[in-house]
């Protein structure tokens, strides 16, 4: 199946569950595997016919810095079923990792896929 990539989205919120970083913003990286038959788009070398993802990233960006959130499996979870429900994809992977969380690690984060190709 073909996909639509989003690689290392930066996103800067309100995340985490202690008291400290509720009153700080945090960066997020956000990576997103979206299926999408993209045949129709470079056949008819049609704008319409692809998934922007451009106006995804726009939107999950809105989307995770509405309100805070203490937990990054809430915001995988939150993306997943806004590109599924508001951009008509049937797949998606989505890896939010938080840098700088554990000083010795370089990110951590979760990974999760919802939906069936
Ligand atoms: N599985 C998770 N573990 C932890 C999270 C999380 O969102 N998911 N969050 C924290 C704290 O907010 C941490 O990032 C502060 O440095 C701890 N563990």
């Given at each position: 199946?073909?996909?639509?990539?989003?690689r290392?989205?930066?996103?800067?919120?309100?995340?985490?569950?202690?008291?400290?970083?509720?009153?700080?913003?945090?960066?997020?990286?956000?990576d997103?595997?979206?299926?999408?038959?993209?045949?129709?788009?470079?056949?008819?070398?049609?704008?319409?016919?692809?998934?922007?993802?451009?106006?995804?990233?726009?939107?999950?960006?809105?989307?995770?810095?509405?309100?805070?959130?203490?937990?990054?499996?809430?915001?995988?979870?939150?993306?997943?079923?806004?590109?599924?429900?508001?951009?008509?994809?049937?797949?998606?992977?989505?890896t939010?990792?938080?840098?700088?969380?554990?000083?010795?690690?370089?990110?951590?984060?979760?990974?999760?896929?919802?939906?069936?190709?």
């Amino acid at each position: 199946m073909d996909k639509v990539l989003i690689r290392e989205l930066k996103v800067e919120t309100v995340i985490g569950v202690y008291e400290w970083e509720k009153q700080i913003k945090q960066t997020l990286l956000l990576d997103l595997d979206m299926a999408w038959d993209n045949r129709l788009a470079a056949a008819s070398d049609t704008y319409e016919h692809a998934l922007c993802y451009e106006t995804v990233s726009n939107r999950i960006t809105a989307l995770i810095t509405e309100k805070p959130i203490e937990l990054i499996e809430t915001i995988a979870e939150m993306v997943a079923q806004c590109v599924m429900s508001e951009f008509n994809v049937q797949w998606v992977k989505v890896t939010v990792m938080k840098p700088g969380a554990v000083p010795t690690a370089s990110a951590v984060g979760v990974t999760i896929e919802r939906g069936c190709i």
